[in-house]
């Protein structure tokens, strides 16, 4: 299984924005890269996902590096409400939907 | 967006008797769920795979004998600690898989249900 590699924390002021890095060198040429977050207390949520291509929706950014070992999600102003641990994941079996979840980046945002 | 929902969302019990946690996909229907356990502090450990009409697939180290999967709709899952003891207190998280070719790599979670065994 491909493996991904994120920092344990991260802080951010509120209104600014926040660049989460993952690693993922031995991604394979099907990958996709998924994030998801986890706010206190509750089940994770889906965030955003890509392959190749930069992504953007209403939550996030996903900035995925031309290799595609690396990719950064983007909060582009960081709320109180964006405090949560960020998944950076690549799904074991596309058919499945399988997801293997690594200890993530807790981010904290401060007032 | 698709809802999952889970039922209890918390529970104690004693230790030595049973608990079922139901997990329900409200608008869709899912032909595969997931069964998540999380420690606290920890992040995300799979327990299993849980496919509609056919047996569980457990992951490395879990019982299946202890925890007792049924997938018996496509919009229903369940998951029985039996014999529950201590140790077995955790925040256990369902998710399904919505299938098809724009979304076919979403997951959505359910809000999660913590146990606690006495």
């Known amino acids: 299984d491909a493996k991904t590699t994120q920092p344990n924390s991260m802080e951010s002021n509120e209104e600014e924005p926040v660049h989460l890095p993952c690693n993922h060198s031995?991604?394979?040429?099907?990958?996709?890269i998924h994030w998801y977050r986890q706010l206190p207390s509750q089940g994770p949520e889906y965030v955003i996902h890509?392959?190749?291509s930069n992504v953007n929706n209403r939550m996030a950014s996903l900035a995925i590096a031309e290799d595609r070992k690396s990719s950064t999600l983007i909060l582009h102003r960081a709320t109180l409400r964006d405090a949560a641990v960020y998944y950076c994941i690549l799904p074991v079996s596309s058919n499945t939907g399988k997801l293997i979840f690594g200890q993530g980046t807790t981010l904290q945002v401060k007032p | 967006g698709a809802v999952v929902s889970q039922h209890p969302s918390w529970v104690i019990c004693k230790s030595g008797t049973s608990v079922k946690i139901e997990c329900r996909s409200l608008?869709?229907?899912?032909?595969?769920m997931f069964w998540y356990r999380q420690f606290p502090k920890q992040s995300l450990m799979l327990m299993a795979t849980?496919?509609?009409?056919?047996?569980?697939?457990?992951e490395q180290g879990v019982e299946k004998d202890k925890f007792l999967i049924n997938h018996a709709s496509l919009t229903l899952s369940t998951l029985t600690v039996t014999s529950a003891h201590p140790e077995d207190s955790s925040f256990y998280i369902c998710?399904?898989?919505?299938?098809?070719?724009?979304?076919?790599?979403?997951?959505?979670f359910g809000p999660g249900t913590r146990l606690t065994v006495t």
């Open positions: 031995t991604i394979s040429g099907t990958d996709y």
């Open positions: 608008d869709f229907q899912a032909t595969t």
């Open positions: 890509g392959l190749t």
């Open positions: 849980s496919n509609e009409g056919s047996k569980a697939t457990y």
């Open positions: 998710s399904a898989h919505l299938a098809g070719p724009r979304i076919a790599y979403e997951q959505y």
